[in-house]
């Protein structure tokens, strides 16, 4: 089966433009996760949604946001990108909750800003 | 509350074995492991839940001590094919829903 895709695969914006990245998870997979990685600090989690439900949310500020729409794919936001705003953005699905179940990556979008 | 995984780099000889740490200060519900290859997204190995349950991979074990909230990844006789960077994530039972928190990562590079 198709494995998890995202689009764009690079994206390059200026400090202030705001950005959308999108996530189709695996079919029949309900649980999209976003993580942001960047050299040595691993994957910071940003936020997990279930069934369109944003379950729950990391330690990123409020120019990052999400949904996910009914046919389980995701959208992240970011508004007024930084400089810092740049990283590789993965998504990741799973079949239900993560707590307990394999996750499956994509390949990520890698995001500059200047 | 990032685990921390040690050591952050390792450097083998194909066939050495290698152990990876990782650590929380909260009870952990489940620890998994994941490895990255450079340009790739990460893959799944394993996870291994409270109670003793392990799930994943079957070349690569690992340990999960619930009393001092730790688990270890074993890599035994390594392969090229084992380079990568390691992370561990650790699943803290919480008032809401349980979350997912990957560590930093540990970088091994398996040399002929």
């Known amino acids: 089966k198709a494995g998890v895709t995202q689009t764009p695969r690079y994206l390059i914006k200026t400090r202030g433009q705001q950005v959308t990245l999108s996530c189709s998870p695996i079919?029949?997979?309900?649980?999209v996760s976003w993580y942001q990685q960047t050299p040595g600090q691993g994957l910071q989690f940003l936020f997990e949604?279930?069934?369109?439900?944003?379950?729950n949310k990391g330690n990123f500020p409020g120019r990052f946001s999400g949904r996910q729409f009914s046919n389980s794919r995701s959208e992240m936001n970011v508004s007024t990108l930084e400089l810092g705003d740049s990283a590789l953005y993965l998504c990741?699905?799973?079949?239900?909750?993560?707590?307990?179940?394999?996750?499956?990556f994509g390949p990520g979008t890698r995001l500059t800003v200047l | 509350q990032q685990p921390v995984q040690s050591p952050q780099a390792v450097i083998l000889r194909e066939g050495e074995d290698a152990v990876i740490n990782c650590s929380s200060s909260?009870?952990?519900?489940?620890v998994h492991w994941y490895r990255q290859k450079h340009g790739e997204a990460p893959v799944f190995l394993m996870i291994?839940?409270?109670?003793?349950e392990q799930k994943g991979h079957e070349k690569i074990s690992a340990s999960f001590n619930e009393k001092k909230q730790q688990s270890s990844l074993y890599l035994t006789a390594s392969q090229l094919s084992y380079s990568g960077t390691y992370f561990c994530?650790?699943?803290?039972?919480?008032?809401?829903?349980?979350?997912?928190?990957f560590g930093a990562g540990t970088r091994l590079a398996v040399h002929p």
């Open positions: 990741a699905s799973s079949l239900i909750t993560p707590d307990d179940n394999e996750q499956f």
């Open positions: 079919s029949g997979h309900r649980s």
């Open positions: 949604y279930f069934s369109e439900t944003q379950r």
């Open positions: 909260k009870a952990l519900y489940s």
């Open positions: 291994l839940l409270k109670g003793g």
């Open positions: 994530g650790t699943v803290t039972a919480s008032g809401g829903y349980n979350k997912l928190i």
